[in-house]
């Protein structure tokens, strides 16, 4: 006599996780097991979400756009779009530690690190709202190699970790330091 079920047969044989994981496989296409396409798949990450508070998205270099949760990567050439009720805070491969406040359109131009201050770079541009970061390696072993740029403003060196930038509403820079220095060119 032929098993009318052949489900059951496979959960009385305990063999049913194997059902399932083939019924998953038989039924999903190919692309559904695809990390994510483009240039970041390849690329490692400049940095990683350690807290999301409202609507947080990333735009890379080639335009595509993907919502940003806790752990997600963050590379090299993206820009960190916060909402009005956003904000996020993202601890980079260096250990810098960035907090952008809402509001804000902030740019990874370039973040490489290998432990090398002659290759290590940080270029980071601020077109709108404002961040505070506490630097990481690279700002500690080659303050050169460290910049932020202030969209139509300026651009900053440090002479020290922890500083804050905000662009106000009205068009206004605002910059204020805690521990170190800052140089506005």
Known sequence: MQNRYPVLKAFRNRSWAAYLLSCVFAFSTPLSYAQQAGADAAAEPAGHIVT???EV???NASGADRPLTRRA???EGDTVITAAAGSAQIRMID???IALKESTEFAFVAYQYEQNPGSDVSTLELFQGGFRTISGGIGQQNRAAYETRVTNFATIGIRGTDYEVVITPQGTLLTGVYDGGTTVA
């Open 52 to 54: 999301v508070t409202g």
């Open 57 to 59: 998205r990333a735009v």
């Open 73 to 75: 990567p963050v590379f």
């Open 95 to 97: 250990g810098a530690l």
